[in-house]
């Protein structure tokens, strides 16, 4: 019973032996050999560094987010441009404004051949004041209380203005321009227009980051401070130099959001230099919102951008404001990139597609070849005795 299923299991055999005495082994088998085994250990490495190292899988989706917040990574040097009258403003097409931004941003100024004079928070600094003028008209006297004047910017009656900048803060939410600080006795103690003017020929690099809205909006750097007056955007202290600004400047970094594997800031490194006397440089962009997962499943959300350039001359009275405008817009998909490492079963079958592949094309590249060589063989000895 036995021997007869070992006969009918024999028979199952899809692999019948051949004697070794029929084998016949020729040099071009052996050249096939040789390279259908190179290329199989070339394909089966390949696909084991697949295997070993994690890939990207890419998704795209309708972004469903609701109340985040964008942050806004910059780092921009105007060799150009003083830091003393240059401002940061960001608006979005919520309504919410942020006119002369001073959190979280650095300022240093830079010498003629680009070397950091000086680093600081933003701000011009303040010397100190001896005996200032008090509201009311005297001069400060000893252990009383200081109480400058805002010159009539005043919201409430009680309102002080004690040094310079807070003057100007108040200037600007009248939607006041300050033609002359020389008058204003806080400006003039701190020597404001000095310092600007000690300034004059210097470049700045402004750094650091802005918290907005994730909705349309812009940022601008712009010289002088911002304020808004019948419904138009102006600025004050375009006096303290001359007439044209020269808004050259290079996008040292750009981004919308945390670094992750791959990405590409298309501004990062870009630089423009001004021909014209006066003019508003707008970038504009397309914020394409970004998910990011690793095979640690650590998820970073971030975003990727596009952007188009233009300048715009300045013509008549100022039509438009010189300085440099960021334009962003965001994109309703969202790109979701995701690390995973190929499963064994995959990496099992493509290995054995390999092998089993390569065996049989090797195969029949051997019989043709040994089947033409024979068949021409054949007829070299009819002719050679017909």
């Known amino acids: 019973m036995a021997s007869v299923m070992m006969n009918r299991l024999r028979n199952l055999d899809a692999y019948p032996k051949i004697n070794d005495d029929f084998y016949s082994r020729t040099l071009s088998g052996g050249l096939i050999t040789v390279v259908s085994s190179i290329v199989m250990l070339i394909l089966f490495f390949s696909e084991l560094r697949l295997y070993l190292h994690p890939v990207t899988e890419t998704q795209l989706r309708v972004d469903t987010s609701r109340g985040e917040k964008l942050r806004i990574n910059f780092d921009v040097t105007f060799p150009g441009l003083a830091c003393s ?95 002359d600080p020389d008058i204003i006795d806080q400006c003039k103690r701190e020597g404001f227009v000095q310092r600007v003017k000690e300034e004059e020929g210097e470049g700045c690099n402004i750094y650091g980051f802005l918290e907005v809205n994730k909705v349309a909006g812009s940022f601008h750097f712009v010289p002088g401070k911002s304020f808004h007056q019948s419904g138009s955007h102006l600025q004050d202290l375009l006096l303290l130099q001359s007439d044209s600004y020269n808004i050259s400047h290079k996008v040292n970094k750009l981004a919308f959001g945390d670094s992750f594997p791959g990405v590409v800031n298309p501004l990062d490194g870009v630089e423009w230099t001004q021909e014209n006397l006066n003019g508003m440089y707008q970038y504009l962009i397309k914020v394409v919102p970004t998910e990011y997962t690793d095979v640690k499943e650590h998820v970073i959300q971030s975003n990727q951008f596009s952007v188009t350039e233009h300048f715009q001359k300045t013509e008549g009275q100022m039509q438009s404001l010189p300085g440099v405008f960021f334009f962003y817009d965001l994109s309703p998909i969202k790109v979701i990139f995701k690390e995973q490492h190929v499963e064994f079963l995959h990496f099992l079958t493509n290995v054995c597609a390999i092998v089993g592949g390569i065996f049989t094309v090797s195969g029949i590249i051997d019989s043709f070849v040994y089947h033409g060589q024979r068949a021409i063989k054949k007829k070299m000895e009819i002719g050679k005795f017909g």
Not at 97 to 107: E, S
Not at 170 to 177: H, Q
């Open 85 to 179: 009258i240059i401002s940061l403003d960001s608006m979005d097409i919520s309504g919410e404004k942020h006119l002369d931004v001073r959190h979280d941003i650095v300022k240093r100024r830079l010498d003629a051949f680009g070397n950091v004079v000086d680093t600081r928070k933003d701000g011009i600094g303040h010397t100190k004041i001896e005996n200032p003028l008090q509201k009311h008209g005297g001069r400060l006297e000893h252990n009383e209380t200081y109480c400058g004047s805002c010159y009539g910017a005043e919201a409430a009656d009680e309102e002080c203005c004690n040094s310079c900048e807070e003057v100007r803060e108040a200037y600007r939410k009248k939607g006041w321009a300050m033609s």
